[in-house]
Nanobody, 124 residues
Framework: QVQLVESGGGLVQAGGSLRLSCAAS????????MGWFRQAAGKEREFVAA????????DYADSVKGRFTISRDNDKNTVYLEMSSLKPEDTAVYYC?????????????????WGQGTQVTVSS
């Protein structure tokens, strides 16, 4: 199992930027696909971004393409989510997750480990 801890959430005005971090521990990080999901109040958890274990491939939800960037530093066992041009509809609890996968998983059931989440609030 891998333990995941997110950080970097907060309150930001619309149009602003934030960088979320997710630190992993407990097993080999470099062999894991990593993803970011979010859950707004009263809604289901949804996919945001994911990266292949090698860092060579990524996938994004249409709603964040061109605004969010996922990256990873295997030396630091950390995955990041750079968010820019934030909108009020980006307000949610953001979760990072890890998966043993050959591709770039985008569904919640493909991930076996989850962080506790970090709140992102975008004011208009």
């Amino acid at each position: 199992q891998v333990q995941l801890v997110e950080s970097g959430g907060g309150l930001v005005q619309a149009g602003g930027s934030l960088r979320l971090s997710c630190a992993a521990s407990g097993r080999t990080f470099s062999g894991l696909a990593m993803g970011w999901f979010r859950q707004a109040a009263g809604k289901e958890r949804e996919f945001v971004a994911a990266m292949h274990w090698s860092g060579g491939s990524t996938d994004y939800a249409d709603s964040v393409k061109g605004r969010f960037t996922i990256s990873r530093d295997n030396d630091k066992n950390t995955v990041y989510l750079e968010m820019s041009s934030l909108k009020p509809e980006d307000t949610a609890v953001y979760y990072c997750a890890a998966a043993l996968a050959l591709g770039v998983p985008t569904r919640t059931y493909e991930y076996h480990s989850w962080g506790q989440g970090t709140q992102v609030t975008v004011s208009s």
